[in-house]
């Protein structure tokens, strides 16, 4: 059972609003992510980090921040939302892994953030 | 440049059925692979992981392969349900790498009709 959990589910926002969005974790997991999903598309890594302090920019460029400030939290800020920030955000958390230990990553429910 | 490649956007397989998805990688460090079922509004949930030191791994209903040198792995789905009807991603990682993160590929559309 993941322990992974993401918040709000639905946002509707105007342009020029700053957001936060919510991921925490009760699982102790070193590694978090937010993955960019727009529909019938990839998942796109925007943000990861690797620990408390450490946040590295992913695959896609993006023009939120994030900070890991505690282990369980990790959270996603625009300054000023536009319309092409509109799409699904996903949070999610994996071991360290390394040997055969399972790294799979456990998901949230995701945030489904609309700019108008 | 795509490391994880799902060429196929959908596949529709009559219940009863086996269902094959397919997977390519281009990243030779990649050493853990994972396939991960979503639907609509959710989030991926996780479905079977293998390692590279393996060539098969089978859970239930669902076995998936690893051919290291085509850089290719496939989940098979036997037999096929209607609840299997969903969106299936296939990722990758070095796990040992300590700039390890996991890649997704852009997933296929898995429908199971009657």
């Known amino acids: 059972e993941a322990d992974i959990y993401q918040t709000p589910r639905y946002l509707v926002i105007g342009t020029g609003k700053k957001i936060t969005l919510e991921c925490s974790q009760t699982m102790g997991h070193d590694k978090m992510y937010w993955y960019q999903q727009d529909p019938g598309m990839e998942l796109h890594l925007i943000h990861y980090s690797y620990g408390v302090n450490s946040t590295e920019k992913g695959d896609l460029s993006s023009e939120s921040t994030v900070s890991r400030i505690r282990t369980e939290h990790f959270p996603l800020t625009l300054e000023s939302a536009r319309p092409s920030h509109t799409s699904q955000y996903l949070c999610?958390?994996?071991?360290w892994g390394g040997g055969e230990m399972n790294t799979e990553a456990f998901f949230g429910q995701g945030t489904r953030l609309t700019v108008v | 440049d795509q490391q994880v490649k799902q060429n196929s956007p959908s596949l529709s397989v009559q219940e009863g059925r086996i269902s094959i998805l397919n997977c390519d990688y281009t990243?030779?460090?990649?050493?853990?692979f994972l396939w991960y079922k979503k639907y609509p509004a959710e989030g991926p949930t996780f479905l079977i992981s293998i390692s590279s030191i393996k060539d098969k791994n089978e859970d239930g209903r669902f076995t998936v392969f690893l051919n290291k040198s085509a850089k290719h792995l496939s989940l098979h789905i036997v037999p096929s349900q209607p609840g299997d009807s969903a969106v299936y991603f296939c990722?990758?990682?070095?796990?040992?790498?300590?700039?390890?993160?996991?890649?997704f590929g852009s997933g296929t559309r898995l429908s199971i009709r009657p």
């Open positions: 999610a958390s994996s071991e």
């Open positions: 990243n030779s460090m990649f050493d853990y």
């Open positions: 990722a990758a990682s070095a796990r040992d790498s300590s700039a390890s993160k996991i890649i």
